[in-house]
């Protein structure tokens, strides 16, 4: 047992480090302007053109892809990046190439995708020139029972036929989100998990209707393409669109949600640890009943728990890594289902004391942290509420799973 | 001791009952709709104006005011009409006159103000011609703390001169917010709590300068005329502008205070109620695995834990109004720092597990519940945070204060 | 609504409180000493003895009951007469002849027995001449469900003939538990809740075992009895000695347990005060780090989230014995149910704050805190866990009950 | 990084896992019978002679110790044994001499112990000949305040005289507890943390008064030597009985203090994961309401929770002990201070959901929860209660320390 990383592994998070502190963290205010400028707009904003470019001259670049076109690194060695890209969830990521949906869509079609959907799809993203869309989620169903889904894809010719209706596709509202996967199912009478499958849309196929943009806590997510509602009216693609085998959908899901899930827990922890850093800068300066408030119990205890909660969870989470890398994300399910669980929750905690701590500007755009926080509690229903994955974890633990 | 309403508080809920639920829940599509026809717009809207004269009409009218030009109402039989009002804190309130914050400025104005400036202010306000905005946040400094309060009211001839930077002034970006009531410092040098004085400055007083809104999470609570930033630059008003005398204004704000507390304390429980009551509708509805998710052992515990918080701390709203009404609102005080503590933390709960249940839903604009929650997340921050309260109580409680 | 007690209840409540301040709280060291000098017996002491006959000098005797030989009190007035006995959980109730397990019993025995039955037992245990057990809860069934029971009361000729085995028989152990009310099925065929009767067992009777005692938490409660386990081998009692008829046993249960719950609650709360109390002066004059802990911020905090908590749900326990009163148990089972769930788990909450206050000296016999945290602890068991009725509340409030 | 242990490690660990198993819980039954039978007796009972002589056999013996004379395990490699410890807290480390105080005492004689007090008290301890105690805690103030210390230790020739009253002198009930180190003032004038020293008192010197045992919640831990106050009246000992020099004491409690925790954190996890054992088991066996309570939600939540609060802690413990390794028990302390908080808190918690997952049988002596609670309950006060860690971590955290 080893706590240290290996060097190749620490020089990297180095670099990663000073990248996100001295290049990202100052082009937030940049991206506000930008923002501000152009409402309505969905698209990436220059400031973030500028960050890749830079980044990919400094070979920081699609860090999460495990195998060729990416950086070769394992699940290990990518966490503390990915951990390092949450400080900013909004420059940071996607300054390497490395925001979700894109990089699981990503994993998706260099793990299972063929040959011509990796030229057509795979490599632009790899290149950043075209994002993308994962299409799973419905309006009208639980959708953290995969066997509710409504959508249908009907095989007609050399066609599939697509029809549904789906929310939540993040990034989907950015114009340049060119390709949509969407889960739907092909055959309704075969078992339990066979029933789905998993097919490329492009964006501009005829009877795609983006419907609209969701909010999470008032906020719309424009800068990385928010969440739109989407309608697919009886949508027609090849049939050499679908992803895998018919029936493929459910197996393929899980393959892309173990890693996804990893990578949502360490930029989570990310989250927290920059508001950690922005209370305790706060409690240092701001003086209250004629003493900083750093000087308080409440706060020392908050802050202190904190610590704790980071430290505990962040081992978790490289355990979980770990063991990914050497056993496998199926004998990895267990620790899977603990971090995200316990993770989203406890940084969604951390973020609350730091409003707090921080009085009415905690609630306000002034600070990250209220933004952070709507971030981390749409992480607890994300790939299913925590308390599906509670109930499994723990009938698995009574030895009834 | 006697835990039934009189009949005549019993019957005026009642009334109340039927508008909320006939008219006012109703109408808040309207409102939607109607507040994205005028992006940008800060007014009220007309649905407001018609509930109003509807309410009105019913003789629902400034329930809150208990002496004369009110409704006679105990801070007791008022107490279950504000709550219902909570349901939709968008149109409750402002539907019989009854919304933050000219209910604690028309009261404030009742009871310090002069002949002149209840005709000129008051008057307007219960007539629901004007509106106020109450002008006591620094973003500067920690202003639970009266002391640290920057603003300075300096007296010179006949007039008084202010100069300071403001703001959470809720609903004064609405331009038919006509008057501002300032909190600042007169006398620097006098004991702690004679130092402050509060004065009246019309909207349009040259030097008053509406900087920007704020947001509370990403919602810009346009309905209800947002929350502003302001700065008072060498602003001259009247002398007779002065609210009671040099010094008073922090006995002034104490008792402005208690009240609004228990109205805040009341609301935010008709906040909780609506969400339970949409969470059993959902939990009802909606299937996963196979049955109505109000069989999960989780959903029943949650609605339980939901219904036990409630009915206690409803219980002890109620005893806090009864002692103000009693035995006075000094008496009071370890009860209203208790409910003032207790209930926005409780009800933040309930409605961080109302969106559990609705699933992404829940994070949306399609459910009330995000929205509700970041309304109940600032009251923990609304005159004072939770822990400044928190501390007093335990130390009163301790025989130390 | 009206929250000040009548004036007989004030003028009751602040005898009791005199009594339990001067004579109780004193004679607790008399007890320890009488109880160390008799190791191994379970009578009540002679210290007990004395203090009834005082309080019964004083007409503060059976205030629990509210018919005919009691005191005539409703729920609501004896409530805070049970609270104020919390505070001496081993001399409070038993000094007023209102301890648990004779409270219910005799309550029972005063709805539901027979004129001789009543003659036979109610009377002495009115007097305090003989103590009782009631013989429910059994060691090899969850007895949170009822039909679980697995005890036989079988009809042969003029008599019943009893077997089974029960534990956790409160007060058993005490030789002066002269009857024991035991729970059984008469009908294993009849619908679910008529399957149980309820039947006296003279403690004397042939093929009645007293196995052995229990503890709790370590605890033996030898001051009241202790716990006892009970095998009844073919035990033979007149057919009279059937508590009203065959299959009535679950409806008495019911009948029995809701004030039950009540005063549970109303003592839980009064050991909660008294833990506070203890904590208050503690808090006051122990230095650490050269200051009182009381100026701490976390003791502070501790301090004032016991009063909020004590102060909501004492009025919640209040309200339910107001419903029981005027609607009935059965339409008050809400929020029996309610103050059944929180009140033992707030009160082992604050408890357990308690005993970080006084460090080590928490956890020995030097303070009463950790015997009262044993005591709250068990109430989250007895009658049932917490989580059956959470379970129950929930559906009930979900519309599904 | 690397979370697989080395082979030998591995080895050993399932070496000790199997005599846990396999000898040590089948002897809890005979210990309890040995400890029926002699009331009052406070030694080692027989079955802890044989449980030793067979764990030495097996070269099970002083693990601990890294040094000369114990085993050569670094922190992290002794970690997973003294959780396997854990799971029996009365025959677990006592079976392989590993049990505190003995294990901190033995530390630091072998460290700061000169030949001569080697020679005479470590050896026999090392041997099992004999047992020791800790004083240091003192009735009469807050001993997380080292300065507080009120014991002296006055040089006069070539002797000390103690003077003081020490109490939760864990083991000193055990007359086989030969020697005790006792922690005194030497000079109350020197800099605050050089004004402790520590010195060896043998038993039977003059002036040593065993005064009473001390119990937690109702157990006097008979089985391993009980929790003494202790008079020092005027007590002579040699002048070489010093431990390091005058002044040294503070010094030397805090190097003892840090592999201290981490064993009982460690111990700690053990007994959580026994508790977990015995409700999985349960859990599967008992029926209620037609069905095993492993099917009930709450009790899969209950153990999910639990799961994941092992798994995250255990791995803080091992992060913890691998840094003591590493880089010093000093750069460790935010660790240290970290799982001393959070390690006993988090069992706690999972013990009080056992006992409610076994009811009323989880209170008794009958499964071991109960008595395992009020062990990791007493660890939340020992060496400082939990609040003194969390504000100094709070402190270093927020730069200020």
Not at 17 to 41: C, M, S, Y
Not at 42 to 51: A, S, T
Not at 82 to 106: H, Q, R
Not at 181 to 186: A, D, E, N, P, R
Request: with cysteine; hydrophobic share 45%; charged share 25%.
């Amino acid at each position: 047992m080893e706590f240290a990383p290996d060097p190749a592994t620490a020089d990297l998070v180095e670099r990663v480090r000073a990248f996100i502190h001295d290049r990202v963290i100052p082009a937030e205010a940049v991206l506000e302007e930008q923002l501000a400028e152009t409402p309505g707009k969905w698209n990436l904003r220059p400031i973030v053109r500028e960050l890749q470019a830079s980044a990919r001259e400094q070979g920081l670049w699609n860090l999460f892809l495990p195998g060729e076109g990416g950086a070769g690194l394992t699940n290990l060695q990518y966490a503390p990046i990915a951990e390092l890209t949450g400080w900013s969830p909004k420059l940071g990521p996607v300054s390497f190439n490395c925001a979700a949906p894109d990089t699981g869509n990503m994993e998706l079609l260099a793990e299972f995708g063929t040959d011509a959907q990796k030229t057509e799809w795979l490599e632009p993203l790899l290149d950043g020139r075209i994002r993308s869309a994962f299409c799973m989620t419905e309006p009208d169903v639980a959708s953290s029972d995969a066997t509710n889904i409504a959508t249908r894809i009907v095989r007609d010719g050399d066609e599939y036929v697509i029809t549904g209706r789906k929310w939540w596709s993040t990034g989907a509202m950015n114009p340049d989100a060119a390709i949509f996967i969407v889960m739907g199912k092909t055959d309704v009478d075969a078992p339990r998990h066979r029933q789905q499958s998993m097919i490329l849309v492009p964006r501009g196929t005829e009877g795609v209707e983006i419907v609209r943009p969701l909010t999470v806590f008032g906020y719309d997510d424009r800068d990385h393409g928010g969440h739109a509602e989407i309608v697919f009216h009886d949508v027609r693609v090849p049939a050499a669109n679908l992803i895998g085998g018919e029936g493929d959908g459910f197996a393929i899901a899980q393959a892309r949600l173990g890693p996804g899930r990893i990578h949502h827990c360490m930029r989570a922890l990310g989250m927290a640890e920059r508001a950690l850093a922005l209370v305790v800068s706060r409690a240092n300066e701001r003086v209250a009943f004629g003493r900083p408030i750093a000087e308080q119990g409440v706060v020392r205890q908050w802050v202190a728990e904190s610590r704790i909660q980071l430290e505990a969870l962040r081992l978790l989470v490289l355990k979980t890594a770990w063991l990914m890398d050497t056993v496998g994300n199926r004998k990895a399910m267990t620790e899977i289902q603990a971090i995200k669980i316990a993770v989203p929750r406890a940084v969604q905690e951390i973020l609350d004391r730091a409003i707090q701590v921080f009085g009415a500007a905690g609630l306000s755009s002034d600070v990250p942290v209220a933004e952070l926080f709507a971030g981390a509690r749409a992480l607890r229903l994300a790939d299913g509420p925590d308390e599906v994955h509670l109930n499994a974890l723990g009938k698995a633990e009574l030895g009834r799973a």
